[in-house]
């Protein structure tokens, strides 16, 4: 997805591209054909409502900037309400015939097994979450040992201004830090005795996702089990390691120890997400949030991602890449897609479009601005380049919580969520088309 959007966005301006793809000379455990832009998972790149939802946003963006994934999606788009489904072959079948038939497009196929040779002077390296182990290995000599993970251990996110600060507070275990940011950097969610093994049954009685046969197998796994794991070990396993109760006094009952803890942590630059620590969890969807929401503090969360654990090859870029999406240690090289740490065909695609459109400019002697943090698209690549947590960095969908708060928000007067994310839209689309211009 990103590739073929990054192909076609280096051809559009006019500059001449080599397109390389290791299918079908070597194969991978979930593509079945050799086409470009091959949807694995799902025909559905979700919602489309470009007013009120960040994916939809995220779309008319592409679609302003002559996106070939939108604008193929929506040619061979199929009945999905206020979604955007495609037909997976016909829509590959487009994508794959619009590349191959542009003058400045060549493709060759077979895989890259290593970093690329020095006259490769300008590269995009877009292999997704199945990157062949080869170039992997490469990669990781290329950069350091811990800088490229090959499972995504998903914790859920919650909207900050959801949390009901009421019964949870801030607070470090033991007051640690220096500073009063770092002593009061987690939000604490207390549980009583009762209320923490309500919590541990609904845990285990969960539906839960299975492993894909080509996941199982997959290295780096024992640090990142998921919760339920955990909870199987003992009922007590939970007590004494993400949910402990140690070195924390809860201010609005300072005489009473809670039984267990539930700690959330500041997941980007403006304090707007919070992660669950430690709660990875491979729950269906419906099971997280009937789950999650038993815990003092989150009954009326909104979560901006659910919990996961799945096969994923991605960078950590906030501690890799700079602004351009270029390897701060070898600057000829971008990288874009999944590999980057975005979650979503869409998402995939918009990075795709980004490092292609800055590859060109930058072939042709000039430098394209990162777009502003207000729009969808710039949101995604000041996340991914610096917003987020290097330390807790995992992959992440687009979301409104990614955005700058509107000015126009104040206390006692915020508006109504449907509004808000009007204004978010309005904003980001203003300032879209002024990034544009440019």
């Known amino acids: 997805m990103a590739g073929s959007e990054a192909a076609w966005q280096i051809a559009s301006a006019g500059v001449p ?19 470009l832009a091959e949807l694995v998972c799902s025909n559905s790149f979700r919602s489309d409502d470009h007013e009120n939802n960040a994916v939809g946003l995220l ?43 542009h003058p400045l497009v060549t493709l060759e196929r ?12 300008s590269v ?30 998903i914790a859920p996110i919650v909207y900050a201004d959801s ?21 009061t950097a987690y939000i604490n969610c207390p549980m009583t005795e009762e209320q923490y093994n309500a919590f541990i049954d609904a845990l285990l009685a969960a539906d839960k996702t299975e492993f894909k046969d080509w996941e199982k197998d997959t290295p780096y796994f024992d640090g990142c089990l998921p919760i339920e794991v955990m909870a199987e070990r003992g009922r007590e396993t939970l007590r ?23 700690q959330l942590r500041q997941d980007n630059a403006l304090g707007t997400l919070y992660n669950i620590v430690g709660f990875q969890t491979k729950m269906k969807y419906g099971a997280q949030t009937e789950v999650f929401k038993m815990i003092p503090g989150l009954e009326d969360a909104n979560f ?32 874009a897609g999944q590999i980057t740490g975005v979650e979503g065909y869409v998402e995939s695609a918009a990075m795709g479009l980004l490092a292609g459109r800055m590859a ?45 708060p509107l000015d126009d928000i104040v206390r006692g007067g915020r508006k109504g969520r449907k509004e808000r994310y009007k204004g978010y839209t309005d904003r980001a689309k203003a300032d879209w088309q002024s990034w544009l211009n440019t």
């Open 304 to 335: 901006a991602r659910l919990g996961g654990i799945h096969r994923n090859t991605f960078l950590n870029s906030p501690r890799l890449l700079d602004d351009q999406m270029r390897l701060k240690n070898d600057p000829r090289l971008r990288f």
């Open 17 to 35: 591209v080599i397109l390389h793809e290791m299918r079908p000379v070597v194969g991978t455990f979930a593509h079945q054909t050799d086409g």
């Open 240 to 262: 004494y390691g993400p949910m402990k109760p140690v070195g924390l006094t809860n201010p609005h009952q300072p005489d009473v120890k809670a039984h267990a803890v539930v």
């Open 110 to 121: 077979g895989e890259v097994q290593g970093i690329p040779p020095a006259d490769w002077d």
């Open 59 to 101: 779309h008319w963006e592409m679609r302003q900037a002559g996106g070939l994934i939108m604008e193929m999606g929506d040619k061979h788009s199929l009945p999905a309400g206020g979604a955007l489904a495609v037909d997976r072959v016909a829509f590959s079948d487009a994508v794959t015939e619009r590349l191959l038939s």
């Open 360 to 404: 060109a400019a930058e072939r042709l002697g000039r430098t394209l601005p990162t777009p502003p943090n207000t729009t969808a698209i710039g949101a995604l690549v000041t996340h991914i380049t610096g917003g987020a947590a290097a330390k807790t960095f995992q992959p992440m969908n687009v979301n409104f919580g990614l955005f700058p």
């Open 124 to 153: 995009i390296v877009a292999t997704g979450p199945l990157t062949s182990i080869k170039l992997a290995e490469a990669i990781v000599d290329h950069t350091d040992q811990t800088s490229l993970a090959f499972f995504d251990a």
């Open 163 to 183: 949390i009901n600060m009421d019964v949870a507070w801030k607070q470090s275990r033991y007051d640690k830090g220096e500073t009063e940011e770092q002593r």
